[in-house]
């Protein structure tokens, strides 16, 4: 509940200025709720009226994207980038070829970014961008020419010093591959941080594929030890999801003591008591692009099902949701609170409805949110545009343990952030402080 008569007033303004956009709505409520605390504190927040310039983007962009398919047929789509935030570094945030993807996506994923990117202690402000561009089911020519189409009109908004891209859902380092080649032959630059989650033989960071699953384990051993004297091992583990983020957060939990018994993708889930054999995962989901379903041929101690959202009722210690927002809602919470789970962290952007959230933080449940939790993928991304401004690479140990320490470091300023704010434990508060705090001043030191 939002009760701060000013905070209610900016609010009232995001409404109005922004309708039919509800993820977006749900992020800057959810931040606007955690700064009535802040205001209690430090009201210079409010006499500038820097909160009613952070609720805003810098700027918005959608373009058109035509592309040929394997028939010869013209098809188009719609891309964007929204460039929220500049105020401590280059905007930086992935892209997402998504069905769903429209500008209330972009808005909502660009704004919990600023803080995100804020909290890793690196220079770098926030994005994130897309197209309605679904990749499942297209040729490798195809996704060819629509990544070309879609920076030929995207090169001339981005940079090493303006806005660096990456990835996100649906845009892996295929997609990054084909974007970058098309931003080097149009600028004639071999610019290499203009981009990052590049291959390795072009300026690509090692532990990038790694870097946010990792860090999601890396940030939950951290939680599990500095507020519950608790550790991953022997504990059971749910993690939705099959991607990016869901496979490393597994390699990470299992070599981390814990046993990851379910996963899911979009058409179902799977259930392996005996713990998820992760190389049959990566077979069928990074190397063919198959269901997860499939693991079942191979693995017969499994069982799967086609509902996903299912997989909460498996009984779990620690529950990592890394598909997709609003994937997990105040049912799906309730049962995990009653089949004992002590430990939740989101790996995936803002899975958890405002209702699921605060059912979590009223039962006890250690909550990590999206945006400190997930934040290892920005952080190496920022990593390699240190190497590529360098002309360096680091070895596999160095990132690592880079990111070992950057997760560290969100942990405790949000944990500290918590209990300076008055509500000790909660991160979600916590995280937004921490975050807005550093660039909320250097919006104000810059005349915004
Ligand atoms: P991927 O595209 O690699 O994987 C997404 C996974 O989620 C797939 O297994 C997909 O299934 C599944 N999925 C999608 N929608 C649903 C749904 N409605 N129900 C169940 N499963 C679903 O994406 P990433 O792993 O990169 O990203 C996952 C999340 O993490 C996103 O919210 C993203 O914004 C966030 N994130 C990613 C970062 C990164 O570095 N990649 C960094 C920080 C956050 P299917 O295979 O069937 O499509």
Same mark, same amino acid.
């Given at each position: 509940m939002l009760e701060n008569k000013y905070l209610q007033k900016v609010y009232g303004t995001v409404v109005k200025r922004n309708p039919g956009e509800p993820e977006f709505l749900q992020a800057a409520r959810e931040v606007l709720e955690s700064l009535e605390p802040l205001l209690a504190i430090r009201p210079e927040y409010e006499q500038s009226g820097v909160i009613e310039a952070f609720v805003e983007p810098e700027r918005f962009i959608s373009f058109r994207v035509p592309w040929y398919d394997d028939s010869g047929r013209l098809q188009i789509n719609r891309g964007y980038r929204v460039q929220f935030n500049s105020a401590i570094g280059p905007y930086k945030g992935g892209l997402r070829f998504h069905p769903t993807v429209c500008p209330s996506v972009i808005k909502f994923l660009g704004f919990e970014q600023i803080l995100k990117n804020s909290l890793t202690s690196l220079p770098i402000g926030g994005g994130k961008g897309g197209a309605d561009f679904d990749p499942k089911g297209k040729s490798d020519a195809e996704v060819m020419r629509f990544c070309q189409s879609f920076m030929t009109e995207l090169y001339r908004h981005i940079g090493q010093f303006t806005d660096v891209p990456a990835g996100d859902i649906g845009v892996g380092g295929r997609e990054i591959g084909y974007l970058f080649g098309q931003y080097r032959r149009i600028t004639g630059r071999s610019e290499s941080g203009a981009l990052t989650g590049k291959g390795l033989s072009f300026g690509g960071s090692l532990v990038r594929p790694e870097a946010t699953g990792y860090g999601l384990c890396y940030f939950v051993q951290e939680m599990l030890h500095g507020m519950k004297q608790e550790s991953f091992k022997d504990k059971t583990v749910v993690i939705s999801g099959s991607g990016n983020v869901a496979i490393y957060a597994c390699e990470k939990a299992t070599a981390l003591g814990a046993r990851v018994v379910a996963m899911c993708d979009s058409a179902g889930f799977i259930h392996d008591p005996e713990g998820i054999k992760l190389d049959v995962i990566k077979e069928i989901k990074l190397d063919r692009r198959g269901r997860i379903s499939e693991y079942t041929d191979q693995v017969p101690s499994a069982q799967s099902s =086609? &509902?996903?959202?299912?997989?909460?009722?498996v009984k779990c210690d620690i529950a990592l =949701? &890394?598909?997709?927002?609003?994937?997990?809602?105040e049912k799906a919470t309730e049962t995990l609170v009653k089949n004992g789970v002590i430990a939740v962290a989101e790996g995936a952007n803002m899975p958890c409805t405002l209702g699921a959230t605060e059912i979590f933080l009223k039962a006890g449940v250690l909550f990590g949110p999206a945006k400190a939790a997930n934040a290892g993928g920005v952080a190496v991304s920022a990593l390699e545009m240190s190497q590529n401004a360098q002309r360096l690479s680091w070895s596999f140990d160095e990132v690592d343990a880079k990111l070992l320490g950057i997760m560290r470091g969100i942990f405790s300023s949000s944990y500290d952030a918590s209990k300076t704010c008055g509500r000790p434990g909660n991160l979600v508060v916590g995280a937004n402080v921490a975050g807005f705090i550093k660039v909320a001043d250097a919006m104000i030191s810059q005349g915004f």
């Open positions: =086609p &509902c996903n959202s299912d997989i909460w009722n =949701p &890394c598909a997709t927002q609003n994937e997990l809602d």
